[in-house]
């Protein structure tokens, strides 16, 4: 059974950039395919992106596309999110997420295994 630790939240100004990572450990990091979530306050868990276990494919919801990037380093057992140009409606928890499957998904029941968050605040 993986585990999964998000870190690289923090605060930052509209415009800017955080790279979020994903430190997985306790499995095949290779075996996973993966996801990033969030949820902002109030409001229910959303899909972000997702790759699929090589890392051959990868998947955008429309309001991150062309600013958020996914990655994976099979070697590191590491996922990452560069988030460049944030915008006010990008705060949130971000929850990277895994499923034993070679392909990803955009949904959340999909995925068994969860980290516990880490926080995004943008600033005007």
């Known amino acids: 059974q993986v585990q999964l630790v998000e870190s690289g939240g923090g605060l930052v100004q509209t415009g800017g950039s955080l790279r979020l990572s994903c430190a997985a450990s306790?499995?095949?990091?290779?075996?996973?395919?993966m996801g990033w979530f969030r949820q902002a306050p109030g409001k229910g868990r959303e899909f972000v992106t997702a790759?699929?276990?090589?890392?051959?494919?990868?998947s955008y919801a429309d309001p991150v596309k062309g600013r958020f990037t996914i990655s994976r380093d099979n070697a590191k057992n590491t996922l990452y999110l560069q988030m460049n140009n944030l915008k006010p409606e990008d705060p949130a928890v971000y929850y990277c997420?895994?499923?034993?499957?070679?392909?990803?998904?955009?949904?959340?029941?999909?995925?068994?295994?969860w980290g516990k968050g880490t926080l995004v605040t943008v600033s005007s």
């Open positions: 997420a895994a499923r034993p499957d070679a392909v990803l998904s955009l949904y959340y029941r999909t995925y068994p295994y």
């Open positions: 306790g499995g095949t990091f290779s075996n996973y395919a």
């Open positions: 790759i699929s276990w090589i890392g051959g494919r990868t």
